[in-house]
């Protein structure tokens, strides 16, 4: 079992839909990264969170430490917000090293 | 300010080769971080350096290894290459190490080993 699930592994919506996309995780980690990722391979850091919300345009990340779920919303969403969005735990010690991901969900928004 | 620069952006190698990746952070940073990317185990950390000393190690062969050198740039190196290593090799730099302050991710080099 993955330490940091994704889900919807694969999304599709219209332009201009409210886009959700959520994460858990089992191991302890004390913030979350949401990462984005273009068919081209460059990754994008998002947001890094460790309680609450953070706002940047038009995506939203929350998180609640204790029931160990974030979530990333994307509002009015637009055919360029199509790319791999990525949630990732700092994970320390051990050999699974500094970052854990998810398996990442793959938007497509249709004009 | 310049981002992080990652050089090759493309590779192809034949298997028993030997291959070199660089990675240059930005200004500042002091960790580097690499991450192997395949499509069937996704994003998978391999190594971080801060301060020219690797500091953690994921659960690759010892044919992978890395440096860093006093100004930050990094190279990773696999050698002994099989088809099983090609991949997107990233790489991402944070000025503390763990990235308590985030990451800045470069673009990749896509290696392929025929």
């Known amino acids: 079992k993955n330490e940091v699930e994704q889900s919807p592994q694969n999304l599709t919506a219209q332009e201009g839909e409210f886009i959700t996309i959520n994460c858990s995780y089992s191991?302890?980690?004390?913030?979350l990264h949401w990462l984005q990722q273009h068919p081209g391979g460059g990754i994008v850091s998002l947001f890094m969170l460790s309680s609450g919300k953070k706002k940047h345009g038009r995506l939203i990340a929350t998180i609640n430490i204790q029931e160990k779920h974030s979530s990333l919303h994307i509002t009015a969403s637009h055919p360029r917000d199509s790319a791999v969005y990525i949630c990732?735990?700092?994970?320390?010690?051990?050999?699974?090293?500094?970052?854990?991901f998810g398996k990442g969900t793959k938007l497509s928004v249709k004009p | 300010k310049a981002g992080v620069t990652q050089t090759p952006r493309y590779l192809i190698k034949t298997r028993g080769q030997q291959v070199t990746l660089s990675c240059s952070p930005i200004s500042g940073h002091r960790s580097v971080s690499w991450y192997q990317q395949t499509p069937g185990q996704g994003l998978q950390f391999l190594f971080e350096?801060?301060?020219?000393?690797?500091?953690n190690k994921g659960n690759f062969p010892g044919r992978f290894s890395g440096r860093q050198f006093s100004n930050s740039r990094s190279e990773m190196n696999v050698s002994t290459l099989e088809l099983g290593d090609s991949a997107l090799y990233l790489c991402?730099?944070?000025?503390?190490?763990?990235?308590?302050?985030?990451?800045?991710f470069g673009s990749g080099t896509r290696l392929t080993v025929v």
């Open positions: 191991v302890g980690i004390s913030a």
């Open positions: 350096y801060f301060s020219e000393t690797q500091r």
């Open positions: 990732a735990g700092p994970y320390y010690g051990g050999s699974q090293g500094n970052l854990i």
């Open positions: 991402a730099s944070s000025r503390t190490t763990q990235g308590s302050e985030g990451y800045t």
